[in-house]
């Protein structure tokens, strides 16, 4: 996914680890993207080398965790343009949407003396959570920037640390949790910074004063920024366009729906135009839906620390990213990506990079040519390209083995098995 990426392993006397830096991202890679199995297992089966459980876990611990943050801020960047996926723009805007969820850790003794569980009406939660704050690239459910509670952090801390990465050019969408005015400043200083804009939906409590009421039925209001601790004294007044609008189905009830947004000019932006395009904003439900129960399959993590989940996560959010320009590639821009679906790609992949891993290393191929292999390899290469014809119609191939390559999102990962296949 990343060929030019280089680690920077931390100091450690001894002899020189048995696994690098490079083989543990792909093995997490591939082993949040099966059904079921530990990662020694699926670690043996991409590069046929033993790995004990035990010896697993000591590695990962050992790790510092700013390796993932690096390989996520290179891994994790747009791929919409907007000749092939324009259902990811509105007009000159990259469609985004910001939001979070979290993550269910496992009652080991070690995450119970660490994380604390969150309290309901009925108790406390049965697991403790890890939250994350995820950035996502609408129309293609392709993840831009995460944050990851390590240290048991809001939502919102980590939104702040997302939106220090927030593209140009980009028109982010979010919930209520970002549509107060304390949350709104911040919002729109870091869209200023980048030539970007916003729209939020706002509480229906907020009390605002009205400037003026514009042609298309928003209006320019003034509402009040509190400061922190001292809810009675106004900091500053913001304007912003509010758009006022009325949702709902047929056989129920119908409720008001109270947006606000950046784009001050109703002609460039009609309030319409706007209420509808905040539908999108839904997609990122959707996606977290694909990539905790159609992905992952299981309620709670498979790590046993604190600082192992949070790399369990980042491997799911490489995951997604890496499916998602699967699905942009299969849809080649004939149609729209989302219409390529998520659990037929994920299908896909997962047979072709477990043919790659069942393969065995170039060098010794070189060594023991096998007329089988060299058949195998052919049949593979007179494939691949009717295995693309049908992913992009959105069926599974009937020979996974033979499913079409993934080297553009695998990067350096099938490099050295494509070598092989072409010689």
């Not at 392993?9 to 696994?19: Q, S």
């Not at 269910?104 to 939250?131: E, I, Q, Y």
């Not at 950035?135 to 997302?162: K, T, Y």
């Not at 821009?333 to 047979?351: C, D, E, M, N, Y």
């Amino acid at each position: 996914m990343v060929p030019d990426w280089a680690p920077s392993p931390p100091h450690r006397r001894g002899r020189k680890p048995r696994v690098s830096i490079r083989q543990l991202a792909e093995a997490m890679t591939f082993h949040v993207m099966q059904g079921a199995g530990t990662l020694a297992e699926h670690f043996y089966e991409v590069f046929q080398e033993p790995l004990a459980n035990s010896s697993w876990s000591d590695r990962r611990r050992r790790l510092p965790w700013e390796i993932f943050a690096d390989l996520m801020r290179r891994a994790l960047r747009p791929i919409a343009t907007r000749r092939q996926q324009p259902d990811a723009f509105w007009r000159r805007w990259r469609l985004l949407a910001l939001d979070g969820t979290q993550y269910s850790l496992t009652n080991t003794p070690h995450v119970t003396a660490t994380a604390t569980k969150a309290k309901s009406r009925r108790g406390r939660a049965a697991f403790a959570k890890m939250g994350v704050a995820v950035l996502l690239e609408l129309g293609l459910h392709n993840p831009l920037a995460a944050a990851i509670a390590r240290q048991g952090e809001s939502e919102l801390a980590l939104a702040r640390r997302v939106l220090a990465q927030l593209p140009k050019g980009a028109l982010l969408l979010a919930d209520r949790l970002y549509g107060v005015p304390a949350v709104i400043v911040e919002v729109w200083a870091a869209c200023r910074r980048v030539s970007s804009q916003f729209l939020v939906r706002m509480p229906r409590h907020i009390k605002a004063r009205v400037l003026k009421k514009l042609p298309d039925g928003s209006r320019r209001i003034h509402v009040a920024v509190r400061e922190k601790g001292r809810p009675w004294k106004i900091a500053s007044w913001l304007e912003i366009r509010e758009i006022r609008v009325q949702v709902g189905r047929q056989g129920f009830r119908r409720h008001e729906l109270r947006l606000c947004t950046s784009l001050l000019d109703h002609r460039t932006a009609p309030a319409l135009e706007l209420a509808k395009l905040y539908a999108a904003r839904w997609e990122h439900e959707l996606y977290f839906r694909e990539a905790k129960r159609v992905l992952r399959q299981t309620d709670v993590l498979q790590s046993h620390t604190v600082e192992t989940g949070a790399q369990e996560i980042a491997a799911i959010l490489l995951a997604t990213a890496l499916l998602a320009r699967e699905r942009a590639r299969a849809a080649n821009g004939q149609v729209p990506v989302l219409r390529i679906k998520f659990g037929v790609v994920l299908a896909v992949v997962r047979s072709t990079w477990f043919y790659l891993g069942l393969r065995r290393p170039a060098h010794r191929a070189a060594k023991r040519p096998n007329r089988a292999a060299r058949s195998t390899d052919h049949a593979l290469l007179r494939h691949r390209q009717a295995a693309r014809t049908q992913l992009s119609t959105g069926r599974t191939p009937a020979h996974p083995r033979l499913a079409a390559s993934s080297e553009d999102a695998l990067g350096y990962w099938t490099r050295p098995v494509e070598n092989r296949l072409t010689t």
